[in-house]
């Protein structure tokens, strides 16, 4: 496990400098690590997430790829199996879809299907998350078309510090990781603790409370903890938890709250057929009496609208995610 | 085995024929067991193929890496692995290759550098050069060769992995089994064009076609390719021409092909034609020929003894491999 440093202590980082520091991070400490994906070179990527990592580590360890997602996630399957530890950059969840072939049938399953000879330590970063002004393609997350793969990873960190220590866990980790970035919080700012080397999979409790467990999945985060602060001045104790680990998702730590407080609020950005929300409301149920049924808080079941005002009108806020806290607090129970 | 006049003592050829033996009584072999419902019905056979697998595997090194196809029993014999461990995986048994969990289509071996046989059509060509690009940072040589299939070079994946691979210059050789079938698709409905080894030069690399069921052919034109590679000259596209024989699987229903060319092409099956060969020019005997097939039976014979004595894989074993890491959220449900 890496010591390695940059040389900070514990600032306060933009998500983006979160994920750019555990990149240069992990590439100092272990010569394996090595990125590719479009724009990343001397560009710094769509989202400048790899601003500068070219001048510092160079062409071969920093490559520039035509627009070949299926081909750049399959060489990373081939070459960390191989022996390195590659980072792929795909510019969004809607073209990292032209690598679901390779991500389901061929990094989720090396492992299993070799009986444990081969395996694929391989992340895949990706922007996911809608946003006012996005449309139907750029504005999709596809999380369900990732998660629930046995063998695959999906992370989803909600906050700064989640992007520093998770990113360094999926490179470190010999699995293969879908990880997502929400585009709404690259700007988002927050402190960054030193990375212990623990994490694996462990939901985060970023506020804790008494009276209904909050789970919100990456973008909802920051609009969760300013509804809990809302709610303060109503009398209701909000418990915020960030699964960060989408799949496998550390539900024991969910559970274990849900049990506590009786009520149970989950909060994502994308609609709400299938997928995390209903699988946390559903594994929850089946272990904790809840003082009233679980609410799933998102947009409707339609592809994301492209006009700002349609798109704002059906993303959760955090005025609309302390509506969905309120109601709970109401139900009879 | 004592060699008659006229044959060197290396004669490399009857090394290949040796193996191509293997591979067939392998094939036999296991469709009987598939017959008997000792292992699983869908299974893909190579009979007709062999050439391709030995002249393919006699160019490499130990260091060097393969991915293969459905179609990998002949390349993973070729390549050196157990036939006993290859018909325990198809068996269900403990110590088949992959512990009971990949079957006849992910057969692999680590040990050999042998990347896995692989269910998706063209999935092969990407694996094989990420696995070239590692071997580029470490040094040494060691090259990649991706089998894949004529039907393949329709694929997406094989297009962006053949272009990249060029801009990489990485040190893999793509070898095209060209068996003219894609289940009942003959290769006038799949390629345009009709020429794979063409294919080649718009991805920027040497293309080669040779006759697939020559495995001396199939050996000189990858040892070129692999020197190519080995010396950083980047990779190379070998189109081997051969034919299928076999069904396209176990279950398949047929009708779609003459008899007359399926038998024309038996007469030009590669074992029945080095054979005649190497008997011809007096570099083998009829006694020797026939130890040959006797030693191949007899390691199958072992092998189906073997795969059917030994223990089914125990249920604990399927819920393992799933993860390295143990991740919290991994309470991975037991079946009943």
Known sequence: MSTVRSGWGMPSLTFTEALRHALRDEMIADPAVVLWGEDIGRFGGAYGVTKGLYAEFGPLRVRDTPISEAAMVSFGVGAAMAGLRPVVEVMFTAVLTLATEVLLNQAAKTRYRTGGQWYAPLTVRARCGARPGAGPVTGESYVNVFSGVPGLVVMAPGTPDGAYRLLRAAIRSDDPVVFLEHGALYNTRGEVAAEDGGYTGQARVLRSGRDVTLVALTAMVPQALAAAEQLVAEGIDVEVIDPSTIFPCDMETISGSAKRTGRLVIAQDWPLFGGIAAEIAAQVHAVADLRVPAVRIGPPMIPFPSAVHFGRSVLPTAGSIADGVRSVMLMAG | ?336
């Open chain 2, 1 to 336: 085995m004592r060699l008659p006049p006229g044959a060197s003592s290396g004669d490399q050829r009857i090394g290949l024929l040796r193996t191509m033996l293997l591979i067939r009584s392998f094939e036999e072999t296991a469709i009987d067991l598939t017959r008997r419902g000792v292992t699983p019905a869908d299974m893909h056979d190579s009979i007709g193929q062999e050439a391709v697998a030995v002249g393919v595997c006699a160019a490499l090194r130990p260091g060097d890496y393969l991915a293969s196809t459905h179609r990998c029993h002949g390349h993973c014999i070729a390549r050196g692995m157990d036939p006993r461990y290859m018909l325990a995986e198809l068996a269900g048994r403990q110590q088949g290759y992959c512990k009971a969990k990949g079957g006849s289509v992910n057969l692999a071996d680590r040990s050999l550098n042998m990347l896995g046989g692989n269910n998706i059509v063209g999935a092969s060509v990407g694996l094989a050069a990420g696995a070239a690009l590692a071997s580029t940072f470490r040094g040494g040589g060691d090259v990649a060769v991706a089998m894949t299939t004529e039907g393949a070079t329709s694929t997406g994946i094989f297009h962006e992995t053949l272009n990249l691979a060029s801009l990489w210059t990485l040190p893999v050789v793509f070898v095209v089994e060209n068996n003219q079938y894609s289940i009942s698709t003959p290769i006038r409905m799949q390629v345009a064009g009709g020429n794979i080894a063409a294919r080649a030069a718009g991805y920027g690399m040497p293309g080669a076609a040779v006759d697939g069921n020559d495995p001396e052919a199939v050996l000189a034109v990858m040892e070129t390719a692999v020197d190519r590679a080995r010396s950083g000259g980047g990779p190379s596209l070998v189109e081997a021409r051969t034919y299928r024989i076999a069904p396209h699987w176990s279950g398949d229903w047929g009708g779609y092909r003459d008899d007359a060319e399926v038998d024309a092409a038996r007469q030009r099956d590669p074992i029945k034609t080095l054979s005649e060969r190497l008997l011809r020019e007096g570099a083998i005997t009829r006694e020797v020929l026939d130890q040959l097939r006797n030693d191949a039976a007899a390691t199958m014979t072992k092998a189906a003894e073997f795969a059917q004595g030994s223990p089914l894989a125990d249920p604990a074993e399927m819920v393992t491999d799933v993860y390295g890491t143990k991740w919290v959220g991994n309470a991975v449900a037991h079946v009943h």
